[in-house]
């Protein structure tokens, strides 16, 4: 199970790179990054999962008996700062990009015949 | 009090950044005198570790909310500041200072000056608490705070086009690079359960597996990202040259560092890699190719500072090759010149600041004849572009020599070679930059220019005078201030053990706390102060000339003639009318490289494209170099 999470989440930063790499639209350019963080963020979860394993609380003896089911909780609190980083990241870059059809009159970081660059 | 001292230095910033931020635009005197408080409050706070730290060569440990370690298990996120965070900080912290002087009056005419004064503290703030974490997650959140803000810097004025796509190139780039350190951390957490960078240390001491070696690689790549290591620099120039002045010198004065010291901690003391001959030959490699590229592409610039920002690329490899040398000498030419940079550098880019205040533009063809008007700024680009350059007595000088010094020892004599022949471009181009903006004709329209106010000017003076400070008492700063730091690099044994106590040291080094000694000697400086004197005569004897109009070319208007400039042999009245610019100084070498100058340009082409894909390609190469040679 947590083969295919790592394998899903790094070829989730595999097509984000993909698109950093080829789009043009600068829009398309931060979907991908994003791409990338999720699947970063993604990985960092699966680090964490255990099969069968319990909430990381510790409320009753026998919470306490199956310390080693549990899930480890730090992952997902440090995939939650991480989300948060990536949505400030994102918002930001979206207001950049904002400016730039402002600016340039163009979304596209080289005039070129992509779909929906001319807006 | 002593132990809450990191806190209160990263703290006193995010505050005021808070503060400013609740202010807005309502009282400008008052926000400014907070933004100088919290920053000069942070330096304080920074200085008074120095005696406990350096003096007495203690290392200070904060535990946040007091979750101290259980059972050599670290739980909490931990603040630790030994004499390597230290010796960053401090510097780090006093151009923090001067920025925040420097700018009250150098961005009055901009709007939105209140967001400017925030993201300014928050980008501070960030380096601060990435200097004196010890947390390896932490380390990723303020360098994302870190990049985050100095992209929103970057794009500050952004009624200029070039600023919005400079910006936008910035967050590209960065954005990856943050995205490789984060996965380079998810791993090391995924196989060792911890984020506390001593317990990591102990791990990782002798620990080369796959993932490991995976995550290693990952990390060098994320943090040259962040440093502008030369496959990874083209937005560096781009962001530079758009972003205000003030802003332009924290990018190399902290931002930069704060990567330098990034990949010093993670190679140094959690990876504890230097040993290998292969890490060394990488990072001294990496350096020497980062060195020379940046500063051939500054010879062919032709604006102020966009110039400067290619030369900050080539100073950081001489950074980058003093450290990967790993003899003594080598750290302490790396460090030296890492404090050297931020100051001279620095200098220089309030400098364009103060022309760019005073005319409204950097562009080197516009301007010209400034020394006149512009005096004091003018003495003070020559002491930066001197010291840049190491011509004695200037600190430029001292950590070169050392560098040259350590590099020739280590057996790197190529190395030695390249680094001289880059510092004499380094003169070369700013003799350029000399020539065509303080010397030869002031143009019409800057007749009414006028030397820039004294709040600008005492940044700069200060600055100026520790350049000074630095190259005529080498011994005295090598003694208090760099071996200490060296010391710490070459030392990770003790910053474990102070961070997870004895016993948990204990079980991976065998030698524990037992500092080497370092004892070189400064070979070739020998009077610093005759040395001076000979300056100060060269000086006053060239503003002499320059003042009395010995350096106007004569102006003439055949520019569109057909140019003789490039034939072998010329003369007659087509050489008599071949007009050489003053950004064109360099017409022969530049003509005579044409090859390498347009394969330069070539790459630097301004798309986010290929410089995403440089740096993916430089990833691609680090893996494979790593997964082959460290074992």
């Given at each position: 199970m947590t083969k295919i999470f790592i394998l899903s989440s790094l070829s989730l930063v595999f097509v984000g790179l993909y698109g950093v790499l080829t789009r043009k639209n600068i829009v398309k350019i931060l979907i991908a990054l994003n791409i990338i963080e999720t699947g970063i963020n993604m990985l960092l979860v699966a680090f964490g999962y255990v099969e069968g394993g319990i909430t990381p609380i510790l409320q009753s003896d026998l919470s306490i008996a199956n310390l080693d089911k549990m899930v480890d909780p730090v992952p997902q609190a440090l995939v939650l700062t991480s989300i948060v980083i990536g949505l400030g990241t994102t918002a930001f870059a979206l207001s950049l990009a904002m400016r730039y059809k402002d600016t340039h009159n163009s979304i596209s970081i080289r005039a070129t015949d992509e779909e929906g660059v001319n807006v | 009090m002593t132990q809450h001292l990191p806190i209160l230095s990263i703290i006193s910033l995010f505050i005021g950044a808070f503060i400013v931020a609740l202010i807005k635009e309502k009282n400008e005197m008052l926000r400014n005198t907070i933004v100088l408080i919290a920053t000069f409050l942070s330096f304080v706070f920074t200085i008074m570790m120095y005696r406990p730290i350096i003096l007495e060569g203690n290392i200070l440990t904060y535990w946040m909310g007091n979750w101290e370690p259980i059972k050599d298990w670290a739980i909490g996120i931990g603040l630790e500041v030994d004499q390597l965070s230290l010796f960053f900080g401090l510097f780090i912290s006093l151009s923090i200072v001067l920025s925040a002087l420097y700018s009250f009056r150098y961005i009055e005419r901009e709007t939105g000056k209140d967001k400017y004064y925030v993201l300014f503290l928050m980008m501070s703030a960030s380096v601060m608490g990435f200097i004196f974490t010890g947390d390896l997650f932490n380390m990723y959140v303020m360098i994302e705070i870190m990049t985050f803000a100095s992209v929103a810097l970057t794009a500050f004025r952004n009624d200029r086009p070039e600023a919005v796509e400079a910006g936008f190139k910035y967050i590209a780039i960065g954005s990856i690079g943050s995205s490789l350190i984060l996965l380079a951390t998810v791993i090391i957490y995924a196989q060792f359960h911890t984020l506390n960078l001593a317990q990591l240390a102990g791990e990782l001491y002798n620990n080369y597996t796959a993932i490991t070696i995976f995550a290693l690689a990952l990390m060098i790549v994320g943090y040259a990202v962040k440093v502008f290591a030369v496959p990874t620099h083209f937005v560096a120039p781009d962001a530079y040259m758009v972003a205000p002045s003030s802003i332009s010198m924290l990018f190399s004065g902290i931002v930069n560092k704060a990567a330098v010291y990034g990949i010093l901690r993670i190679i140094y003391v959690v990876y504890q890699s230097m040993n290998l001959s292969s890490m060394q030959f990488l990072l001294v490699f990496w350096g020497t190719v980062t060195m020379f590229i940046g500063v051939t592409m500054a010879l062919a610039q032709h604006d102020f500072k966009r110039l400067l920002a290619f030369h900050s690329i080539s100073q950081i490899g001489y950074v980058l090759t003093g450290i990967g040398l790993t003899t003594a000498l080598g750290i302490t030419g790396g460090l030296y010149h890492a404090l050297n940079h931020t100051l001279f550098k620095g200098l220089l880019f309030l400098c364009a600041g103060a022309v760019f205040y005073a005319t409204g533009t950097t562009d080197l063809d516009k301007l010209g004849g400034l020394a006149k008007r512009m005096p004091q700024t003018t003495l003070i680009f020559l002491i930066g572009a001197f010291s840049i350059s190491g011509i004695?007595?200037?600190n430029g000088f001292v950590s070169k020599w050392i560098i040259y010094q350590a590099s020739y020892e280590a057996g790197y004599a190529p190395v030695t070679i390249i680094a001289l022949i880059v510092s004499v471009m380094t003169l070369a181009s700013f003799i350029k930059v000399a020539q065509s903006a303080f010397f030869g004709q002031l143009p019409k329209e800057f007749k009414n220019v006028e030397e820039v106010p004294l709040s600008m000017r005492i940044p700069m003076w200060i600055m100026a005078i520790l350049c000074i400070v630095g190259g005529i008492v080498p011994s005295t700063v090598t003694k208090y201030l760099i071996t200490p730091a060296a010391n710490a690099v070459m030392n990770s044994a003790k910053y474990v053990e102070v961070m997870m106590g004895k016993e948990f040291a204990s079980k991976f080094y065998s030698?524990?706390?037992?500092a080497p000694v370092i004892d070189y000697k400064l070979a070739g400086y020998w009077q610093p102060i005759a040395w001076l004197i000979l300056f100060g005569i060269l000086l006053l004897a060239f503003t002499l000339v320059a003042v009395l109009g010995g350096f106007n070319p004569k102006k003439f208007s055949y520019a569109d003639e057909e140019d003789a400039k490039y034939d072998v042999f010329f003369s007659g009245e087509s050489a008599e009318f071949s007009h050489v610019g003053g950004s064109d100084l360099f017409w022969g070498l530049k003509y005579q490289f044409r090859h390498y100058f347009d394969f330069m340009h070539k790459i630097h082409s301004g798309l986010v494209n290929d410089y995403a894909l440089s740096v993916v390609l430089t990833a691609a190469v680090i893996l494979l170099y790593v997964f082959t040679f460290v074992r």
């Open positions: - | 004695p007595p200037f030698n524990l706390g037992s």
